[in-house]
């Protein structure tokens, strides 16, 4: 398989001290960190916001390291002898570590890492995603996740569903055509509200058309509750265009890629009729 091919469902809470407060969710992918094409510049940029925003949260979609695609990783691993894995491996975690320390402003604020086509899977099973989420302290993702994000403050809380998974390529060609896979993944599941996928490079958050819910009060009755659908592209820090250098990008003549990560907003507001409610929005970290 290209990936872990793993599915999970997970929880995460944040603690909100004060209605006034902003909350910011960054969502990441594509780092493609040892690659020559990867933004140093960009990334040194995102560390910095995320160090000095305490408030942010993060969650990353896969393709964190360059290392292998799947068919050079599939090939070395069935052609390899074992002091060539072990060597191999060796590498990798040292560059899996290399990178984790680089990422401690973002430990403890992970909601977690999820899984993504570039990778090396270990003899004992795990990817090196899985390791990078280890080392941080956070869940793994796998490549399809859907984690259910509690805010709580003063006692009382709201919720929404995030749902990622790492992505195929889209349709590059229109400005709206990368959001369509991603749409379509939402119709996947019902009351999700952010849906995201990374592997195309694009950067970016779409607010869909308002949907309707009808769920209990307090009381019992029935009430309707309008949510508007954000869809995600998770950007990317490899650059698209380099000269002077070799690359599978240049021979496949992709386009040029958004670097960086999109950012939604997040504050909580106080109803009598259902308490907390949740309105979103996109934030830049420029």
Same mark, same amino acid.
Request: aromatic share 12%; charged share 5%.
């Given at each position: 398989m290209r990936t872990s091919g793993l599915m999970t469902l997970s929880s995460y809470k944040i603690d909100v001290k004060s209605l006034k407060d902003v909350i910011y969710l960054v969502m990441f992918s594509d780092l493609h960190w040892d690659s020559p094409q990867f933004c140093d510049d960009e990334w040194r940029e995102f560390l910095y916001w995320a160090k000095h925003h305490r408030n942010a949260y993060f969650v990353g979609n896969g393709d964190y390291q360059d290392t292998f695609r799947a068919t050079t990783r599939d090939n070395i691993q069935r052609f390899a002898e074992p002091e060539e894995l072990g060597m191999i491996e060796e590498t990798s975690l040292r560059h899996t570590q290399k990178l984790a320390d680089q990422m401690k402003p973002l430990k403890g604020r992970l909601l977690g890492l999820g899984d993504g086509n570039h990778g090396w899977r270990f003899r004992d099973g795990r990817w090196d995603s899985e390791v990078l989420a280890q080392m941080m302290g956070c869940k793994f993702l796998g490549?399809? =996740?859907?984690?259910?994000? #509690? !805010?709580?403050? #003063?006692? #009382? &809380?709201? =919720?929404? !569903?995030? &749902?990622? $998974? $790492? @992505?195929? =390529? @889209?349709? +590059? =060609? +229109?400005a709206g055509g990368p959001f369509n896979a991603v749409e379509k993944q939402g119709r996947h599941f019902d009351s999700v509200q952010v849906v995201a996928q990374g592997d195309d490079h694009n950067k970016g958050i779409l607010r869909g058309k308002p949907r309707l819910r009808v769920v209990p009060s307090k009381s019992g009755d029935l009430l309707i509750k309008e949510y508007t659908p954000f869809y995600v592209r998770t950007g990317s820090f490899r650059k698209g265009f380099v000269p002077d250098t070799v690359d599978y990008a240049h021979e496949a003549n992709y386009g040029p890629v958004s670097l960086g990560a999109p950012v939604l907003q997040m504050k909580m507001y106080k109803t009598q009729e259902d308490g907390l409610r949740l309105k979103m929005g996109e934030h830049s970290m420029i």
């Open positions: 490549v399809k =996740s859907i984690v259910n994000v #509690q !805010l709580c403050c #003063q006692g #009382q &809380y709201t =919720s929404f !569903l995030y &749902y990622q $998974h $790492h @992505g195929r =390529s @889209g349709n +590059t =060609s +229109t």
